[in-house]
């Protein structure tokens, strides 16, 4: 069963650029689309976006270029990259492996906090 | 982006309960929906993919149905481990969106 565990810094401040990395185990990395999702503190879930291994990428059109998805083979690990952060994007964020179409949550997800 | 709206926002209900919660779309979405349920402080757990199909190691008290824009997740006999928020999400187009959430809660 492939398992995920997201990393990054739980605080960054306001205009920054947010960086969070997530381990695959128990798969590869080559073989899935990969996801990132998140979920401001009692609020529903956002789809921020999804790589597959051979670069292909969609992201939401909401966040107005402001984020970048790269996948690692050498360390099994996938990133999301956030620039120009504000309060709006504090939240828990996600990493999931993506298939056909729907998600797979792997992890227990990483809180990101925006804050001087 | 297709809008995804589910309802109720919250239902009450008792064990042993049958329950529907409703997810609509903006606009036809065929069959590509997933339900998840998530419990506080958790990720989101996969019920159904494909509007009907279970995943593997789902309670078969759970189904889902419908196609186009108008679909329902059902819980025919609620148990104590249901109770929790649940998401549906429309991967007809990017960008794959989701519902706001139902909220079920134990009358």
């Known amino acids: 069963q492939v398992q995920l565990l997201e990393s990054g810094p739980g605080l960054i401040k306001p205009s920054e650029t947010l960086s969070l990395t997530c381990t695959v185990s128990?798969?590869?990395?080559?073989?899935?689309?990969w996801s990132w999702i998140r979920q401001p503190a009692g609020k529903g879930l956002e789809w921020i976006g999804r790589i597959f291994i051979r670069g292909s990428t969609n992201y939401n059109p909401s966040l107005k270029g402001r984020v970048t998805m790269s996948v690692d083979t050498s360390k099994n690990q996938f990133s999301l990259r956030l620039s120009s952060v504000t309060a709006a994007d504090t939240a828990v964020y996600y990493c999931a492996r993506g298939t056909s179409g729907w998600d797979v949550f792997g992890g227990q997800g990483t809180l990101v906090t925006v804050s001087s | 982006d297709i809008q995804m709206t589910q309802s109720p926002s919250t239902l009450s209900a008792s064990v042993g309960d049958r329950v529907t919660i409703t997810c609509r779309a903006s606009q036809s979405i065929s069959s590509w929906l997933a339900w998840y349920q998530q419990k506080p402080g958790q990720a989101p757990d996969l019920l159904i993919y494909k509007a009907s199909n279970l995943e593997s190691g789902v309670p078969s008290r759970f189904s889902g149905s419908g196609s186009g824009t108008e679909f329902t997740l059902t819980i025919s006999s609620l148990q104590p481990d249901d109770f929790a928020t649940y998401f549906c999400?429309?991967?007809?187009?990017?960008?794959?969106?989701f519902g706001q959430g139902t909220k079920l809660d134990i009358q």
């Open positions: 128990g798969g590869s990395v080559s073989n899935y689309y």
């Open positions: 999400q429309q991967y007809h187009s990017y960008p794959h969106t």
